[in-house]
């Protein structure tokens, strides 16, 4: 997930030395499906597979593990090839693109046709404001390569007490995109979890988890006004500046249950 590279650190005080420093890699990962290629990402080079299928799943390539035939996943060329039981349109090849690790996309996917067919999170599953306020805290120190690097954005899936799954990246959007392959590849039902982020919440990552049906979504940091509308529009419970024992809630809030006292 990084090396070592020599550089020269500079401060006012002390002047210039050379210094050895962690940088985290980036890699071109290309999805081809049914031997069509479909689009390379610029990732980190982990958890490739969970990747690919959070990927596919969430541009609409496939609906679910049935869907999918094969998979062969190379980590050293960064390649993944799927095999699919349905053909790929000549529509979701003109979307082949190369999409970067930075925080917008090359091309616009997300548009108004996108949001029409993304039907609201049916959940009445309610999780605790201590429990949440405790697992973000937790997450917050489980990136090891964020502690080394500084380089990574990361995303979490809790049921329960628990995180059960635990992806970063050096792009959000893709560690969100591991995270659902990775519900996808083990079927693990969504509806009584909820994911933490570690960047801002956007329109994206909302339609993301809609898609997918996590209902409940929380971040240490802000969200932006189209998430808000969004997470209402979809029924997502959004949750945002969770820091230490204090938390925003967006939307939907009856499924946070909230206690007041100096053990909360």
Known sequence: MFEET?????SL???????????????????????????????????????AVGYLFVEGFIESQSDITDIV??????????????????EQLQKNRVITSGC????????????KNVLPVDSDFKAEAKTILGLTAEFQKKSETFRETGGVHSAALCEGDRIISFA???G??????????????????????FLLLSGRISSEMLLKAARIGIP????????????????????ITLVGFAR?????????????????????
């Open 244 to 264: 230490g024992s204090k938390m925003n809630i967006y939307s939907e809030p009856e499924r946070i249950v909230m206690k007041e006292g100096k053990d909360v």
């Open 172 to 193: 959000r959007h893709n560690a969100v995109d591991k995270i659902v392959g990775g519900l996808i590849l083990k079927k693990i039902d969504p509806k009584n979890k």
């Open 73 to 90: 996943v190379n980590e050293r060329s960064f390649f993944a090839g799927v095999g699919t039981k349905n053909k790929i349109t000549p």
């Open 104 to 115: 917008g996309r090359n091309i616009s996917f997300y548009n108004a046709e996108d949001f």
């Open 13 to 51: 005080k002390e002047g210039a030395a050379g210094f050895k420093d962690k940088i985290v890699r980036e890699v071109p990962f290309t999805i081809k499906v049914n031997n069509e290629e479909v689009s390379t990402l610029l990732a980190s080079p982990s958890d490739l597979k969970e990747l």
């Open 216 to 235: 409940i979504i929380v971040s240490r940091s802000a969200p932006t006004d189209m998430a808000v509308r969004l997470a209402k529009r979809l029924k």
């Open 168 to 170: 970063e990246d050096i």
């Open 6 to 10: 020599e550089i020269i650190r500079f």
